[in-house]
């Protein structure tokens, strides 16, 4: 018979997750400049369990946000740049005809760079829509399907995949199907200019700076459970059911300019995030606030413009924004 | 719950009711808060209502009432009860705000949630020992604010409004432009005085006056007035309009003693006959008519009158007096013969109604107070007669006594003739005065008339010739334009036959030359050549475009070998006029060839030099002459622009559909062209 296990109490847990992530994000910000959005993002959707699509301009850090999160994490890192001419093989693996030790000609898989813990996929859109679905398959279901065997990924699995705003020329956008297995879009911003005196003073430099490994992916897996027992109460919940009812027609702006709303997964994702968030804020109960927080990032890719809204030049974000100003925090409000 | 495989024990916590007692406790001072705010807007709302309540009720507002005023407190003030009362917020109002002031993030509220549940997780109970501690530290002062007063402004027009009503002074409504004045006086029905204030719609402040005037007269009219009721009523009005100019009564006051005076007038309306208008002034008008002398007069007026009228138009009118005079009514006949006059007035002549009228003066002659008095000297004479017979005789006899008291009968009678004499000399008097206005007004119509038959007469006929002379000159106006329309027609028409005789002219003297040329011995060639200097002098050269050079080469290289089939004529004349009209012959020649399209036929010969075409320019005036507009729908109404895109896109679209299929566009490039023809698709 098993002994049970003793759970310390949650206050202690909740302690010790702080502390934690506060390591972590202090290991974080010695290599990475500013982007405290960023990073905070990256880190909820790591420790829930999500996929974060990346966009920005080349050379703001997504690919150094994203080696160092490995860094001090102690999770391994692979990196895939997405080209035209990528096959699924190159993602998952394939069989190789290999010799054995009898001297018998076998097949044995080799995997592909998909089987670690964290991945980077650079420029997602510029892979054939065969090779971009070999990789959302692996997101969603964390497996991969070979021939006819199946390898399951290690645990945590995490994906951050990346797109280029600028070049769309030759590039295949990704279908909305496949936008929604990502939890958060980020946008990276071009770093201010005090960013920029820091960045230049630490990269050209003759020290490299390193970071540490602060946790393991046990402790992420561990603070991943924690998360998702925080309480989040009706109207919480109720306000990110109303915020996505929102994008399909239930508010002015969503009428005049989304052709197509968000998903239940936006729901889900809306909720687990702000536990997460809420526990790293040291507060056992989830608040509205962490809900609006994080729609931007949640919903700014589940949902899709119509010709009117491309026409008036209006952007996801702002259509975002003013949906968070039509729809209020508690609908049964009596004073 | 299991949790590390000890069962928990389910008790309430401690910090559950840490939380609901702070929570309660921001309840109360919420409510308070709320409430005496309430409180404080419902006593300003009174504070005006009763101001207005007290304006309007010291102003004698009609529906302003004791019971309106109790009911509508009652209502106000149930009201405002229930009202101040349902301020109570409930837990979780007071929950949410709490969380909105002190920036809870949820707190409070996740907390009531969770404590509801039957069986509370450790994250319950942390999150509810996290709120306890995070709520203990709360200082509620903050959150509640301060004691939220209603706005000053509204606070001094309440109290304003509450002063101005209380104490509004009595003074201010004597002064004030009220009609209860003029209604109130209206009532009084005397002639002049009402009269003299109904005439203004309000009385103004400077009119108190002539209110002071209003009392001065109705004292003098009640003085002339003998009745003694309609005395005292007057003195009444006159006490009233005193109260009112020295401000001793207040207006409810003064509407309540108008109203009683109204009421005292009503009754004593029997004294006041109601054909007021027709009575003659007050001093005559109060003695009732005295029907013997009006049926003496009445008999007497229609007798002499039995001449007169049957001049008099027949019809209801002389009916109408017929009856007056047998009912002795003397006014009604005034009033008839007036009638009359005016009827009359075109068919009676000025003789008859001055016979009408001397026979009135003589019948007035007729009541003279002399043959009165001498009949009432001989009547006394005979009466003193025999009294004194019965003094000395001791007694009269039978005979005697019936004479005497037939003589005091008749000397009674002949006392009141002669009171009544001044009325009916009167009545006769005012009814001859109306019969020579009738007459003077009847003569006045007359002349009148006379003036006025010329005038129309004379102003339609100006009219008249106005109009005809107008439509003469519209016409005459109308009749050149059709004639200078008709000339132009006409010199057009013989500028075209004029231009065509000359054609004619010139074509025959051409066929001249021709035939003149013709006749020559110069060769064919010769001419050309000399046609070809000619040209070349004169510098004329088909016009047009290159191709209608060639054409026009052509042309004439046809005329050329068409000549030249034929034995042809000659052209041989050197003369200027017959080398002139050859180069002429030539323009045209080529101007006309150059014209066609593909050049002439040449099948079909020479050009025919009678069939040149001619260009002339006619001068006109820019905007004269017929415009013809014609709008063509049939594209528009058959839908052929929208049509005709949506043909395109079908088109097209296909196009694109197996251009995609066929791979031969870049599959990156395809959402492209997709998307374009998504956009462009027709709506």
Redesign the interface.
């Known amino acids: 018979m098993e002994k049970?296990?003793?759970?310390p109490?949650?206050?202690d847990r909740?302690a010790w997750v702080q502390s934690q992530i506060d390591r972590l994000t202090g290991a974080i910000s010695e290599v990475i400049v500013g982007q405290k959005e960023v990073v905070e993002g990256t880190l909820i959707g790591l420790f829930t369990g999500g996929h974060i699509l990346l966009e920005g301009v080349p050379g703001v850090g997504k690919t150094l946000l994203v080696r160092t999160l490995s860094d001090a994490l102690d999770l391994s890192f692979s990196r895939v740049q997405f080209t035209?001419d990528l096959m699924p093989t190159d993602i998952v693996g394939t069989h190789i005809l290999n010799v054995s030790d009898e001297g018998e000609r076998v097949f044995s898989f080799r995997p592909g760079p998909v089987f670690t813990h964290i991945l980077l996929a650079d420029e997602v859109n510029r892979a054939?829509p065969k090779t971009q679905s070999a990789l959302l398959e692996a997101m969603a279901e964390q497996r991969v399907t070979v021939g006819t065997e199946t390898h399951s990924l290690q645990a945590p699995f995490f994906v951050m995949a990346t797109q280029n705003p600028l070049e769309m020329?030759?590039?295949?956008?990704l279908p909305e199907a496949q936008l929604d297995r990502f939890m958060f879009k980020l946008q990276v911003p071009f770093p201010s200019r005090a960013d920029l005196h820091t960045i230049v003073e630490r990269t050209v430099a003759p020290e490299v700076v390193s970071v540490q490994p602060v946790m393991t992916g046990a402790d992420i897996l561990e603070i991943r459970r924690l998360a998702l027992?925080?309480?989040?109460?009706?109207?919480?919940t109720d306000l990110a059911i109303r915020l996505v009812e929102a994008t399909h027609g239930g508010a002015t702006t969503a009428q005049k300019y989304l052709r197509a709303g968000a998903s239940p997964r936006a729901v889900q994702a809306l909720v687990v995030g702000s536990k997460m968030r809420a526990i790293f804020d040291g507060?056992?109960?989830?608040?509205?606030?962490?809900i609006r927080a994080l729609t931007p990032a949640v919903l700014s890719h589940r949902v899709l413009l119509n010709?009117d809204a491309e026409a008036d030049g209006v952007t996801p974000h702002q259509v975002i924004d003013a949906l968070l100003k039509e729809i209020p925090d508690?609908s049964k409000?009596?004073? | 719950m299991r949790l590390g495989g000890k069962q928990r024990p389910q008790k309430p916590l401690k910090a559950w009711t840490v939380v609901l007692s702070r929570i309660q406790k921001l309840q109360r001072r919420l409510w308070t808060r709320e409430a005496g705010r309430r409180l404080q807007l419902l006593l300003c709302l009174c504070a005006l209502l009763s101001g207005s309540a007290a304006l309007l009720y010291r102003n004698a507002t009609p529906w302003m009432t004791e019971a309106l005023i109790v009911g509508l407190t009652a209502a106000i003030g149930a009201i405002g009860v229930l009202w101040v009362a349902s301020c109570r917020p409930s837990v979780r109002e007071t929950a949410r705000l709490l969380d909105i002031f002190a920036a809870g993030q949820d707190r409070a509220l996740t907390a009531l949630e969770l404590q509801s549940a039957a069986t509370p997780s450790d994250w319950a109970r942390h999150q509810v020992q996290q709120t306890a501690k995070w709520i203990q530290d709360i200082e509620p002062k903050p959150l509640l604010g301060l004691w939220s007063a209603p706005p000053l402004s509204l606070v001094v027009i309440a109290a304003l409004s509450l002063i101005a009503g209380m104490m509004t002074p009595t003074q201010w409504l004597t002064n004030s432009k009220q009609k209860a004045y003029a209604i109130g006086l209206r009532c009084t029905a005397l002639p002049e005085a009402p009269r003299l204030v109904a005439a203004s719609t309000t009385l103004s402040i400077d009119e108190l006056d002539l209110l002071r005037r209003d009392a001065e007269l109705i004292r003098s009219i009640a003085s002339q007035v003998n009745e003694r009721e309609t005395r005292k009523w007057l003195k009444r009005v006159q006490h009233l309009i005193e109260d009112v100019t020295e401000g001793r009564v207040d207006k409810r006051t003064a509407l309540e003693r108008i109203s009683s005076l109204r009421n005292a007038k009503r009754s004593a309306d029997s004294i006041l006959s109601p054909q007021k208008a027709a009575m003659p002034p007050p001093a005559t008008a109060s003695k009732p008519p005295n029907t013997q002398t009006d049926k003496a007069i009445a008999k007497a007026l229609s007798a002499a009158m039995t001449k007169a009228l049957t001049i008099a138009p027949n019809g209801p009118a002389r009916r109408a007096l017929q009856q007056a005079a047998k009912r002795s009514d003397l006014g009604a006949m005034g009033r008839l013969l007036q009638k009359l006059a005016e009827r009359a007035q075109n068919t009676m002549t000025d003789k008859q109604l001055e016979r009408w009228i001397k026979v009135a003066e003589k019948y007035a002659g007729q009541i003279n107070p002399k043959t009165l008095s001498k009949k009432f000297d001989g009547l006394r004479k005979r009466i003193e007669r025999l009294q004194r017979k019965r003094a000395q005789q001791g007694g009269l006899s039978q005979s005697n006594v019936r004479r005497l008291r037939r003589s005091r009968r008749q000397l009674a009678q002949l006392q009141k003739k002669a009171g009544d004499l001044p009325a009916a000399k009167y009545q006769l008097q005012r009814l001859q005065r109306q019969a020579k206005r009738a007459v003077t007004q009847m003569r006045r119509n007359q002349r009148q008339a006379s003036r006025l038959n010329q005038a129309p007469r004379n102003a339609a006929e100006r009219e008249l010739r106005r109009q005809r002379r107008a439509q003469n000159r519209r016409s005459i106006g109308q009749q050149l334009k059709r004639a200078a329309q008709q000339l132009r027609r006409q010199s057009a028409a013989q500028r075209a036959r004029q231009a065509k005789r000359v054609a004619r002219d010139r074509m025959q003297q051409l066929r001249q030359a021709l035939a003149r040329s013709g006749r020559s011995q110069q060769s064919r060639r010769d001419f050309e050549r000399q046609a070809r200097a000619r040209r070349a002098q004169t510098g004329q050269r088909a016009k047009g475009p290159s191709s209608n050079n060639r054409r026009a080469r052509a042309g004439r290289k046809g005329a050329r070998t068409a000549r030249g089939s034929k034995s042809g004529f000659k052209l041989g004349s050197t003369s200027s006029d017959r080398s002139s009209r050859m180069s002429m012959l030539r323009r045209a020649a080529s101007r006309s060839a150059g014209s066609q399209a593909g050049g002439p036929d040449q099948s079909k010969g020479p050009v025919n030099p009678t069939k040149i075409a001619r260009t002339e320019s006619v001068a006109g005036v820019h905007g004269k002459g017929p415009t013809i507009k014609k709008v063509f729908t049939d594209a528009a109404r058959h839908g052929f622009a929208k049509k005709g895109w949506r043909v395109v896109y079908a088109d097209y679209s296909e196009v694109a559909e197996e251009m995609l299929d066929s791979e031969s566009i870049p599959i990156g490039k395809e959402s492209i062209v997709r998307r374009y023809f998504e956009l462009i698709r027709p709506r």
Request: proline share 14%; net charge negative; glycine share 6%.
């Open positions: 049970p296990q003793s759970h109490p949650i206050e909740l035209p054939t020329e030759g590039t295949y956008p027992g925080c309480p989040c109460a009706h109207h919480v507060r056992a109960n989830v608040s509205t606030e962490d010709f508690d409000s009596t004073m």
